[in-house]
């Protein structure tokens, strides 16, 4: 799940820069990455099998 939430965070970034001319710091952009994955990682079933 890390390189997905890293890919995640770097395509928003991307699509937030391109489309809205906003732009964040790394600190923000690292932040956002770890939200996403701590997330991701709370809402996942513990039986999963993958």
Known sequence: ?????I???????RN???FDGISTTY???KAKCLVFLYS???LSPLDSPD
């Not at 799940?1 to 939430?5: C, E, G, L, N």
């Not at 890919?7 to 970034?13: A, K, R, V, Y």
């Open 16 to 18: 937030r820069r391109c």
């Open 40 to 42: 991701w990682v709370y």
């Open 7 to 13: 890919f995640w965070s770097i395509w928003n970034e």
């Open 27 to 29: 600190q923000s952009l």
């Open 1 to 5: 799940m890390i390189p997905a939430a």
